[in-house]
């Protein structure tokens, strides 16, 4: 990367899931902060690059933990060009580290497409490596999911998507009531692979046990799984009652009503992660498009299969989620900590992601006061 040796950002309104700093300044060298201070002690701070942020908010970079693509380029295409193409329209709206998705696909597709992750990921360290969605999912609600393609948990398989991704799969979601799932689970979290949650028909008790064996997300919360019913709580309840469990929002408007937002931020403080679930229509044009093996078309921006209407994914940008949860009552520093802190802690990078104190990546926001994206830095880079 052709960064500055040294930036500063200074006169900033400083936010991180801490709270709020008035007339804030940060120092970057290299890809880190090197010092932070308030006022005018920013003067003091020798940098090639100094941005005055009068009027505007500085926040982390955002970290997207579950978007399969934008640009009219899906993830599963699993090349080079593909892969950056849809990248660079995340990273130009905030996002600065992503996780890669992959839906439902045969065995031999999805390994290949792991495999390709993983060397994109060894060359970018602002890709975080890869999520499996699929194929470990149940058939009732595998939403946008080939069902043709979908399998069970069981060794080989589970072997074959570790290997594959040679140490860079960050995520798997999985169904665990079905045969195989939680022995799947304990084996994911002893590799270092958060299990997730999701896709799935369990009730309270088989989530909750999914929770307690190691899984510790819940795939976009209260889409593709059970509701709450006051008899039938479901694994949204299973997840809030369980204090490691991060819960995966899609503040799109349409996945999730606001209010249910506002809920989930009450109910579960601090482990609410706004992802985007973006497809390949993200900062592109509606019109048809292929989810995995399946025919999507996207009509005012709310993508849907063209056989059985199911959601298929979203249109989202990680800033929109942020004024959407603004919008809808959230704090700005507990929305602003659902994009950056909070998945950072899920995919235990919290000791070098997620906020702008000295030591941790150089990856800053600046927004304008719609919260609107000015300026983008990933690990010092200017990307924006």
Not at 7 to 33: C, M, N, P, Q, Y
Not at 177 to 201: C, D, Y
Not at 326 to 343: H, S, W, Y
């Amino acid at each position: 990367m052709n960064a500055p040796a040294a930036t500063v950002i200074h006169s900033a309104r400083l936010v991180t899931h801490r709270g709020e700093t008035a007339d804030a300044w940060v120092r970057f060298e290299d890809d880190r902060v090197a010092a932070t201070g308030t006022g005018d002690g920013w003067r003091a701070q020798p940098a090639d690059e100094v941005v005055d942020a009068s009027g505007r908010i500085l926040t982390p970079g955002f970290i997207d933990l579950h978007c399969h693509g934008a640009g009219g380029f899906a993830f599963d295409i699993a090349e080079d060009h593909a892969i950056e193409a849809a990248l660079a329209v995340h990273r130009r709206h905030g996002t600065t580290r992503s996780v890669l998705s992959l839906v439902t696909a045969a065995l031999p597709d999805l390994t290949s497409r792991l495999e390709a992750i993983a060397r994109v990921a060894k060359n970018d360290p602002l890709v975080l490596g890869s999520h499996a969605e699929g194929p470990f999912i149940d058939d009732e609600f595998r939403g946008a999911h080939d069902p043709r393609l979908l399998i069970r948990a069981d060794a080989e398989a589970i072997e074959a998507v570790l290997e594959a991704a040679d140490g860079t799969l960050r995520q798997l979601t999985i169904a665990p009531e079905h045969p195989g799932a939680l022995e799947a689970i304990e084996r994911l979290t002893a590799q270092g692979v958060r299990a997730a949650v999701g896709h799935t028909g369990a009730d309270l008790e088989t989530a909750r046990t999914a929770f307690d064996r190691g899984a510790s997300i819940l795939t976009h919360a209260f889409n593709g799984m059970r509701g709450i019913h006051h008899r039938a709580p479901g694994p949204v309840i299973a997840a809030i009652s369980s204090d490691h469990v991060t819960l995966e929002v899609i503040n799109d408007g349409v996945h999730v009503h606001p209010e249910v937002v506002s809920m989930a931020f009450s109910s579960a403080p601090g482990r609410i992660a706004l992802i985007t679930d973006a497809m390949a229509a993200a900062g592109a044009a509606d019109g048809d498009y292929i989810l995995g093996s399946l025919a999507v078309v996207v009509r005012h921006g709310v993508a849907r299969l063209k056989d059985g209407d199911a959601i298929a994914g979203s249109t989202l940008l990680l800033d929109e989620a942020l004024r959407r949860a603004v919008e809808a009552g959230i704090p700005l520093p507990d929305a602003v900590g659902a994009l950056t802190i909070v998945p950072a802690r899920t995919l235990g990078l919290d000791d070098e992601l997620g906020t702008l104190e000295p030591g941790y990546a150089a990856d800053a926001v600046l927004l304008d006061v719609e919260l609107r994206p000015e300026s983008v830095w990933a690990a010092g880079e200017k990307l924006r």
